[in-house]
C-alpha cells in the first residue's frame, strides 16, 4: 500500500528535475541562485541534448534521497531545437525514477528591451541590428516551448526580490503547516508589488519627505520615526493593521497557505512605509512569526526625484 504499481518500498525516491529556460533577460539566473539556496543542485547552461546521460549519471548513485536538481539552459545552448528538446523531455517523463518538471520564464518585450540598454547588453541573435530584432527572434524561436512548459512565470513587472519570492512559494520544502511572512515597503510611484497578497497604504500619514531635515533620511532612523508617530492618525491605525494581520495569519495557516506577503507603500518608499514595515515585523516577531523584511525601493537614487515631483500631499 502506499507505492507505486511496480515499484517496491525500499527503492529509492524519485529525484526531482527542474529545467529552467526562457527569454534571455527574465531571470533565468536569479530563480537558479534561489533554488541553489533552498538546496537544490545546480547546473547551468547545460547542453540540452546531454541530458539523459546526465540523469543516467545520477541515477546510478546509492543515494536513496537524491537532492533536487535545477538545470538551467537557454536559445544561447548550442544546437537549440524548441521541438527536439520537447521530444526528448516528453521521453524522459516515461521514467520512473525522476519528477521532471519544466519552468518558462518570460518577460513582456519592451522591458526586456528596457533591462538590455540599461545593462548596455548585445542580444545574441540580434548582431548587429536592434535588440528588439533580437527579442522578436527569440520569441518566435521559443514559443512552442514556451507552449509546452509546465509552469510560466512572467517577470514583466517584477523586480528581483518579486521573483525570488515567488521561486521560494513554488519551490521550497517547507513542512505542512509553516508559514512563512514576507513585510515589505514599497513607492506607489513605482508601481505596486506584483506579488503582495495584502497591500496597506500609508500615505494618509504626514510625509517627512517634506521636512528638509528628515528628507534625506529613510524610515530606519530615529527622528524619522519619531516624526512619524507624532501624527494622530499613526498609532491607531497601527494597531489596528496589527491586530488585523494577527487575526488573519493564524487563519491562512489554518487554511494550509504557506506564504504571506505584507505590503506596506507610501509615495517614494523611504519613509512612512519603510518604518510601518520595521515596526510590523517586530510586532510580528513579538507574536510568534518569523517575518521577512524587504524594502524595494529604499535603495533607489531616483526615489526622492519621483517623491519630490510629485504634488505635495496634505
Request: proline fraction near 5%; aromatic fraction near 8%.
Amino acid at each position: 500500500m502506499g507505492t507505486e504499481a511496480g515499484m517496491s518500498a525500499d527503492q529509492p525516491a524519485r529525484q526531482r528535475v527542474l529545467l529552467v529556460t526562457g527569454m534571455l533577460g527574465a531571470g533565468k539566473t536569479t530563480a537558479l541562485r534561489v533554488l541553489e539556496d533552498l538546496g537544490w543542485e545546480i547546473v547551468d547552461n547545460f547542453p540540452i541534448r546531454m541530458l539523459d546521460a546526465l540523469l543516467d549519471a545520477g541515477s546510478s548513485g546509492a543515494d536513496s534521497d537524491p537532492a533536487p536538481l535545477a538545470i538551467g539552459f537557454d536559445s544561447r545552448t548550442r544546437g537549440f531545437n524548441p521541438e527536439r528538446i520537447i521530444a526528448q523531455v516528453k521521453a524522459l517523463t516515461e521514467r520512473r525514477d525522476i519528477e521532471l518538471t519544466t519552468l518558462f520564464l518570460d518577460c513582456g518585450s519592451n522591458e526586456l528591451e528596457r533591462r538590455y540598454n540599461e545593462t548596455r547588453r548585445r542580444h545574441v541573435l540580434a548582431g548587429d541590428a536592434p535588440v528588439s530584432t533580437g527579442i522578436r527572434a527569440e520569441r518566435e524561436l521559443l514559443a512552442p516551448l514556451r507552449r509546452w512548459a509546465d509552469l510560466l512565470i512572467d517577470t514583466t513587472e517584477f523586480t528581483s526580490n518579486d521573483l525570488q519570492r515567488v521561486i521560494r512559494e513554488r519551490f521550497a520544502s517547507s513542512e505542512p503547516g509553516e508559514l512563512t511572512v514576507t513585510v515589505s515597503s514599497f513607492g506607489f510611484s513605482r508601481g505596486m508589488p506584483p506579488v503582495a497578497d495584502l497591500v496597506f497604504d500609508m500615505r494618509f500619514i504626514e510625509n517627512p519627505h517634506w521636512d528638509p531635515v528628515l528628507r534625506p533620511q529613510t524610515g530606519q532612523d530615529q527622528a524619522v520615526g519619531d516624526y512619524i508617530r507624532k501624527d494622530p492618525a499613526y498609532e491607531e491605525a497601527f494597531t489596528r493593521i496589527r491586530d488585523l494581520l494577527l487575526l488573519l495569519l493564524p487563519r491562512y495557516r489554518a487554511q494550509g497557505k504557506a506564504y504571506v506577503h505584507i505590503a506596506f507603500g507610501c509615495t517614494g518608499g523611504r519613509h512612512r512605509s519603510v518604518f510601518t514595515a520595521e515596526q510590523m515585523g517586530a510586532a510580528l516577531r513579538q507574536a510568534g512569526f518569523s517575518p521577512t523584511l524587504l524594502h524595494r525601493n529604499l535603495g533607489s537614487r531616483a526615489a526622492d526625484l519621483l517623491e519630490g515631483g510629485l504634488r505635495r500631499e496634505k
